[in-house]
């Protein structure tokens, strides 16, 4: 069976720096990267925010470069998926899609979150021409326009007062009669004169040529004075969670009632020793690529000292 002192599970921020330390310390590190090469920053256009990039850069290409640098400094970046994970004993092993398996000393998981979607044909359709999940990446190109941000938690809630910074007018599309956030959450987009909430709403789809200007919306669909109208948009913003992505490790590592990998606290240590959690799989706060990056960073240097203690 083959062995590796280091094997990555992710190829976003947060595997690709995990790759990029771990090679440079001569661990020789495995990276396999799962379904979504280069994670979930590549369903975006243009990253504005990652430092080092004065006039922005495109998300594939960004990490396209990024898995260059792994790969300049002796990273085994290979295609495939984990399927099972044996981390009771180490070395541990490591199963994938096409039934090989490999041992390893250290393993970290960087296999990130996913933003749950309404689940409409158009959102696809739009994907990255108006529809967005993280009003942090992408509400800079929606300056001084009318969105909208659907959902009624704390998610809808944080990205509709961040995008009220910016836009013109932002609209919460609620399906409930009632916001399901915190108190302060809903006092603060209640009290703030740029966001409408738009109770017992729906979508039903978009519309537009060549990106979102509007969406098909439904009000009290079902009831008998149901109401179907268009509302006119230039952003559609997914505000009703993430999904980390975890599922393959639950009766293995310590999670939360989401479902994140709990690791101790300013640390990527798990509860089991020699596994390290970075990026949005371990992050329900921040989501950001820079914070993944960093926390593969962090996730690296752990590995390297757990070898060599």
């Known amino acids: 069976m083959e062995h590796t002192k280091c094997l990555i599970i992710g190829s976003g921020p947060a595997g690709y720096t995990a790759a990029i330390y771990a090679s440079r ?11 979504q090469p280069g994670g979930q920053l590549t369903q975006t256009t243009e990253v504005e925010n990652f430092p080092g990039y004065p006039d922005g850069i495109d998300a594939n290409q960004m990490m396209m470069d990024l898995r260059k640098q792994a790969e300049r400094f002796g990273a085994d970046v290979r295609e ?9 004993q180490r070395p541990f092993v490591i199963t994938l899609d096409n039934g090989q398996q490999i ?7 960087a296999t990130g979150a996913s933003a749950k979607y309404l ?3 158009d959102e696809e359709k739009y994907r990255g021409l108006g529809v967005s999940a993280c009003a942090t990446c992408d509400g800079f190109f929606y300056r001084k326009k009318v969105v909208a941000v659907v959902g009624g938690g704390d998610t809808a809630c944080e990205e509709a007062s961040y995008l009220s910074q910016l836009c013109s007018k932002v609209y919460m599309i609620v399906r409930k009669p009632y916001l399901r956030a915190s108190d302060i959450m809903k006092r603060r987009v209640e009290e703030n004169e740029k966001i ?3 109770y017992e709403t729906n979508t039903l ?8 200007e509007g969406a098909h919306l439904v009000w009290r669909k079902g009831e008998p004075d149901e109401k179907r109208y268009d509302l006119p ?6 505000g009703i969670g993430h999904k980390p992505n975890t599922d393959l490790f639950r009766s293995q590592l310590t999670l939360d009632d989401a479902g994140y990998i709990k690791t101790v606290p300013g640390t990527p240590r798990t509860n089991i020793e020699g596994v390290f959690a970075a990026g949005d799989c371990a992050d329900p706060v921040y989501r950001q690529a820079v914070v993944a990056a960093g926390s593969g960073c962090m996730a690296a240097l752990e590995a390297e000292r757990f070898v060599n203690k």
């Open 103 to 109: 041992e390893a000393e250290t393993l970290i998981i």
């Open 196 to 198: 409408e909430i738009l």
């Open 205 to 212: 789809g978009l519309y537009g040529e060549g990106g979102v």
């Open 25 to 35: 310390a001569n661990m020789k590190p495995v990276l396999y990267a799962g379904l």
């Open 233 to 238: 948009i230039s952003g559609f913003f997914l």
């Open 80 to 88: 495939g998926v984990v399927t099972k994970a044996e981390l009771q």
């Open 119 to 121: 689940g409409i044909p």
